[in-house]
């Protein structure tokens, strides 16, 4: 058998896609992510406190966030990841100073400052964001004044609405409150939290976990106090700084510089089973929460595969509807702007090809010129490779759409694509997708489809 063709039976056959498969090198939803021991490394622990093992080139690292789609883990100044721990090319580790970071829907990343960066004169503070990769994008100059050990940021989250950021400052009382999108200071302060309080995380019905440095504690909406959450440190001490989300969207994570990490259930403010022991420090913790998988497409669709959509773009994204699909909608809407709709790509097998459905499928408006799409597909470099920052090509698409018309597009993968496919147990494939209505302005679509390969045991 020519070895084309032996690559399309072992796909046929064992070849599932998805970011939730479940394998020995991919995170499980609810896997506990910590930077732990002196020099750090990132750990994984599942939620029963289980270790399962550490990820390679991660030395040194402290804050920890994943972007919304569950494809990436950020660790600034260290690096970036894959869901399978893999180190991915991007300027993280130059990245200083660090600080508590959060990710919006289209893969940008807010980070806070770290101890003594804020300004005691002027009572000011900021806030950095960055590309995926690492690449310095904005500063934000916010108010840092109030009740504090120092006027630093230290801890950041997005709201719901993907421009209010929440913040407060080190050791501070107060919750404070920028919008990102109009570069507005909200005023009055969101609430106070009590002194001294370190790391906050906003929830996705408006309601704010922080966590203290010997308590939690739950603030409503409105910012009033609602519920305190007592210390699960034994002993008792105040070194209490590290909050997460935990995927159930009911209980939530505090963590102490000493290692130790404790699961809350907000409503009642039990704790739940035994403190996960990570080590004898700890400098960040995140916790796995990928968007949850749809159903399953109906048998004889293609191999029987699934995935996890990851994109981004010029419009906005409801990635809150994936289970429908998602629709994509322009801030500035065009009559003759060509649209497009994201459903779960997927790997095809053809003879002895292999296709990559990026799950993207464009419209041509009805009233105007015929449309191009221009599709490349790329695989980051891992490992020593990713310093580099380089990228392999595997497959491209040139077409054109009638007016009226829609397509889905669907990309040969390239023979360097198909050996990477079967070389690797996981890949990342993105897709970076321009297209035009003659010779209008281009719309730029970015997504990614994962890969992960099965083999027999």
């Known amino acids: 058998m020519r070895p084309a063709y032996a690559i399309a039976a072992v796909l046929a056959a064992l070849l599932t896609v998805g970011a939730q498969a479940a394998t020995a090198d991919t995170f499980a939803r609810g896997d506990v992510l910590a930077s732990v021991g002196n020099p750090s490394v990132i750990a994984r622990f599942a939620p029963d406190g289980t270790a399962k093992g550490t990820l390679a080139d991660s030395a040194g690292a402290g804050p920890l966030c994943f972007d919304p789609s569950g494809e990436h883990l950020i660790a600034p100044g260290t690096g970036l990841y894959d869901s399978t721990g893999t180190r991915l090319a991007s300027a993280w580790a130059s990245v200083s100073p660090i600080g508590d970071c959060t990710v919006d829907q289209a893969g940008n990343v807010y980070l806070a400052g770290a101890p003594s960066t804020g300004d005691s004169l002027t009572g000011r503070g900021t806030i950095r964001t960055f590309d995926l990769t690492g690449h310095l994008l904005a500063k934000y100059d916010v108010a840092a004044t109030g009740n504090a050990y120092g006027q630093a940021v230290t801890s950041v989250d997005l709201a719901p609405d993907q421009c209010t950021i929440y913040y407060d400052l080190d050791g501070g009382e107060d919750i404070m409150r920028y919008d990102v999108c109009t570069h507005t200071q909200l005023l009055p302060r969101f609430g106070s939290a009590g002194f001294p309080c370190d790391r906050l995380r906003v929830r996705a019905n408006g309601e704010v976990v922080v966590t203290c440095d010997h308590f939690g504690r739950l603030l409503d909406a ?101 289970t429908g699909g998602l629709a994509f909608t322009s801030s500035a809407p065009s009559l003759a702007a060509p649209s497009f709709a994201v459903a779960h790509g997927r790997l095809l097998t053809s003879g002895g090809s292999l296709r990559l459905d990026t799950g993207l499928q464009v419209s041509c408006p009805a009233t105007g010129p015929k449309c191009r799409a221009n599709v490349t597909l790329t695989v980051a470099g891992t490992g020593a490779r990713a310093s580099a920052a380089s990228a392999t090509r595997v497959g491209t698409l040139s077409t054109r759409i009638a007016p009226g018309a829609k397509a889905k597009l669907v990309v040969r993968l390239n023979k360097q694509g198909a050996a990477l496919i079967r070389r690797r147990k996981a890949v990342t494939i993105a897709a970076r997708v321009s297209i035009r209505a003659g010779s209008g302005p281009a719309v730029v679509r970015k997504t990614s489809v994962r890969v992960l390969l099965h083999r027999p045991r």
């Not at 907000?266 to 990928?290: C, D, E, H, K």
């Not at 968007?291 to 004889?300: D, F, K, Q």
């Not at 994109?311 to 509807?321: F, L, Q, R």
Request: proline letters at 9%; zero cysteines; aromatic letters at 8%.
């Open 222 to 322: 409105s910012g009033t106090p609602t519920r305190n959450f007592a210390s699960p440190l034994d002993p008792f001490n105040f070194s209490l700084r590290f909050t997460a989300l935990d995927p159930d969207g009911t209980s939530f994570w505090m963590g102490s510089y000493g290692g130790q990490l404790a699961r809350f259930d907000i409503a009642s403010g039990n704790q739940i089973g035994q403190n996960l022991i990570a080590g004898t420090s700890l400098g960040g913790v995140a916790v796995y929460s990928p968007p949850a998988l749809p159903p399953a497409s109906p048998a004889g669709t293609g191999t029987g595969t699934s995935t996890t959509q990851s994109t981004s773009g010029a419009h906005t994204v409801d990635a809150g509807a994936m």
